[in-house]
């Protein structure tokens, strides 16, 4: 079993729709969730981190933290073209350690 | 610019040399850690660093890399004798403390290495 689990994709959706990318995570003791968005050729970016259940809403972007699901999410809004690019679920024990990285989900916003 | 900065960003070698991988963190950033994505693959650790002392090495590959963070300068990824199979891009990451709850980590643009 991975120890953070995505769906490589690619999820295809058209302008303006709600993308919602998922990602499970195997140890428990995990406390920081982060989602990083990468463009081809490029260096990840940060665009969300989430730490307590619930939801965090930050613009278009809403990250979900389920501990005892052991599940994150993230939805996208509005979706742009801008926004097509490989979307990275990481997470971390805590502060000081080293994050594991999902194999990332592509998302391609059609026009 | 307040950023991740490192150099070079592409760097090519011939099998059997030494590649050299500069990182300055981010202003007032004392974490630096290192990642290797290798093409095709998830982005993986390596190493953590702060001034002077190695914190976590439990990625690195047992022979030929090495890792430094000096109390002056920037941190130095170190890949003695490379091999084909170490071509990948090296990102390096900062993130300004290790407190419980932050651990947000920001990438530079990353060294993109090719051995011929």
């Known amino acids: 079993q991975k120890e953070v689990e995505q769906n490589s994709g690619p999820l295809s959706v058209p302008e303006g729709a709600i993308a919602s990318l998922n990602c499970t995570y195997s140890d428990r003791g995990s406390q920081s969730f982060f989602w990083y968005r990468q463009y081809s050729g490029k260096s990840p970016e940060l665009i969300m981190s989430i730490y307590s259940n619930g939801d965090k809403e930050d613009g278009r972007f809403t990250a979900q933290l389920n501990k005892a699901s052991q599940y994150v999410s993230l939805l996208i809004r509005d979706s742009q073209p801008s926004d097509s690019a490989t979307y990275l679920c990481a997470v971390s024990a805590g502060g000081g350690n080293k994050l594991t990285f999902g ?7 059609e026009l | 610019n307040a950023g991740v900065m490192q150099n070079p960003r592409h760097l090519v070698r011939r099998r ?34 702060q001034k002077e002392n190695i914190i976590d090495e ?19 990824l170190r890949i003695q004798q490379v091999v084909r199979g170490d ?14 709850d932050y651990n947000e980590q920001f990438f530079g ?5 090719t051995v011929l």
């Open chain 2, 109 to 113: 643009p990353g060294t993109r290495l």
């Open chain 2, 87 to 100: 071509s990948a891009a090296y990102f390096c990451a900062s993130s300004p403390f290790a407190g419980r």
């Open chain 2, 16 to 49: 059997g040399q030494e590649a050299r991988l500069r990182c300055s963190p981010m202003k007032g950033h004392s974490h630096v850690y290192w990642y290797r994505q290798l093409p095709e693959e998830g982005l993986k650790f390596m190493v953590y660093l």
């Open chain 2, 58 to 76: 439990s990625g690195m590959p047992k022979e030929r890399f090495s890792a430094e963070f000096p109390k002056e300068g920037p941190s130095i």
């Open chain 1, 103 to 109: 194999t990332g989900t592509q998302l391609k916003v």
